[in-house]
Structures are given as C-alpha cells and as structure tokens.
C-alpha cells in the first residue's frame, strides 16, 4: 500500500480505524482484497490507504468524491455482507469517520 | 496505540500518511513519542491512533477540536523543528489531509 494520489480538495475520507480479533485471518485478507478491489469500481472512488501492525491494530482511509459516492458504497450488497462478517468475526473493535477533506500538501 | 475516543462531530481530523525510509530508526521512534507527548498538551487535543506496517508505511490520524487547534499545534516550535528533520531524514514520502468529521460510528 501506498500514499493515494487524490485530486485538489474538497473531497471526502473514509477513516477506519479497528483492532482485529485475527480470527479466520486468510479469509479476512482474501475479502479485504475483493472489498478494495470492488471499492475501486465504485463511482467517485478517489483512492485507498491501509496499514495494519503486527498487534492487529489497522487504520483504513479511503477518499471518495462526494457524500453520495459514500453513501452508494455503504449501500453496495456485497459490501454489506462483508462488513457483517466483520463486525461478527473479525473486528474486537471499531471505529468509522466520516470527514470532508478540506485541505492537502505533501511530498509524493 | 489504540481508537482514540474522541467526542461527538464535528471536530477536526489532521490524516498524516507517510512512507519512512527507515534511517535513524531510534531516533525516529523517541522523537515521535515525544511529539505525541507534546501534542496532547496542546489546546484541542482529542485523540491519537497511528500504525505503521513492516515496510514503513503508516498512517496518523490526529484528531483536534477545530482548526484553530489544529494552527496551534502546526505553530509549535519543538514540533516544525521535529518536522524539518522528518522530512528530511525520515519520510521518502509523506502526505497530509485536513478534514472536518461530520460523522461518526462504531463500537469500542
């Protein structure tokens, strides 16, 4: 993973932040390629961060266009499936932010 | 490091993501804590969650009470002078997003 390359603000991010239980942990990282890998075909995906430590603690930041792509995504079926799974087997805890991104610089 | 517990929205999220080279590794780690230390003593403080994976990637995501906090904590002198040095010594390649969080959820 890498530092995502997303357009001049505003746009929006997507903040996961969870502890893993590392239960069932190669089913997890197989359904968390598919969930990237059918993010990105969503409308107004912008761009995906993800890190996990050797602890199972992970940050997931993912940058979307607008409040509607979010909202198509958060409605997409399979995600939805997934993320009951997750919730039931694989996160100990977690937390969602929901932030318009106002502002940006960097080095990349 | 663990989800920060952070108050009802809005509030202001500073998302730091960075690729570290890997140089001056200890040094690297006692001024990060340092600069976590510094930062909860800085007005608007409301929490902290960072992880950074094998290969030096990592995410820090800030949270703050609101943008003046966030210039507070930006205007520091300890701090810039950390920040030079990290970006010339630590990160290969960094990027950061100031956001307003709108929305929040989860269980923790």
Redesign the interface.
Known sequence: ????N?PK?PYY?V?F???HTKNKWEEYEEKSAKMVALAKESPGFLGV?S????NG???T?VYWEDKESIDIWRHNEEHNKVKKRG?SIW?E????????????????
């Open positions: 993973m890498s530092i995502a997303t603000p991010a903040i932040s969870s502890q961060e890190v996990r430590d050797e603690f992970g940050i930041s919730r996160y805890k977690y937390f969602l932010r929901i932030a318009k991104v106002e502002k940006d610089y960097g080095k990349i």
